[in-house]
């Protein structure tokens, strides 16, 4: 990872040895061994050594936010999904052991009449992970008014990358996130960029990118193409947006990575 990257997917990390360290949105994290971590792949994140250390040995997968989203997750672990920072627990989190779930889903994931099981592993993984931070995080303190009012923002967050997530590939606009939550625009993007940590704009952008590399890696479908069902209005604003965010042309993401 030689550039900072991100990615409209959750990604869980677990290291076995040794430890990974991280610049994540410019500020460093380290994951050490025996310890997840589940993060929202959309803030820029990068590893501090252009490789992982030789020494460390570790697992990950990564699920779609549009999946997640399809879990029906409570918003309070929503909200702790959306922020810009990781989760990071240790191992014993998992209720199990974690290596053995990661290599068995290898061969599950292997084949279309075993990947409902990984899947469905994986759903119940995060929810006992989303469970213990819930349960340990000393951070949640509020409580009587300021708890509620707390809650009734994140709520709205939640309901706006809920719509964003499922309409992001028509032409829709922020302000249009917001009267479909029935916020103030104006409001509605103030409250989104405090509590994630991104704008309401570049939030629906990277789930545009997210889906247009996807495309790019998982389809033949040329740039005008995938310009169209990513949600780009035209393939010369998918083809800035997807530069300037990934640091590659289509075309060059497309051969480097397909």
Not at 63 to 83: E, R
Not at 235 to 251: C, E, K, M, V
């Amino acid at each position: 990872m030689q550039k900072p990257h991100r990615h409209d997917d959750l990604e869980l990390n677990y290291v076995v040895s040794g430890s990974l360290d991280y610049l994540f949105g410019g500020s460093p994290l380290q994951v050490k061994q025996g310890q997840i971590a589940v993060f929202w792949g959309a803030t820029p994140h990068r590893l501090v050594d252009d490789e992982i250390p030789a020494d460390s040995d570790n697992c990950w997968v990564h699920i779609p936010l549009a999946t997640v989203f399809g879990w029906g997750l409570p918003d309070s672990n929503l909200s702790d999904l959306l922020t810009d920072r990781p989760i990071v627990l240790p191992a014993e989190a998992a209720g199990r052991d974690v290596e053995s779930m990661f290599t068995s889903w290898l061969t599950d994931l292997d084949g279309s009449d075993t990947e409902q099981f990984a899947l469905l592993e994986i759903h119940a993984l995060v929810r006992r992970l989303l469970h213990y931070h819930l349960m340990h995080d000393a951070r949640r303190t509020l409580d009587g008014e300021d708890s509620r009012l707390h809650n009734d923002g994140m709520q709205h967050v939640v309901q706006m990358a809920r719509f964003t997530v499922a309409n992001f590939r028509s032409n829709i606009s922020p302000a249009d996130i917001a009267r479909a939550t029935h916020l103030n625009p104006n409001y509605a993007m103030t409250l989104f960029r405090e509590t994630v940590g991104t704008t309401l704009g570049k939030y629906l952008t990277r789930c545009r990118i997210a889906e247009a590399q996807r495309l790019l890696l998982t389809t033949s479908m040329n740039t005008a193409e995938i310009a169209h069902a990513a949600g780009f209005g035209s393939q010369s604003n998918f083809y800035a947006h997807f530069t300037r965010d990934t640091g590659l042309s289509p075309s060059a993401y497309r051969h480097t990575f397909g």
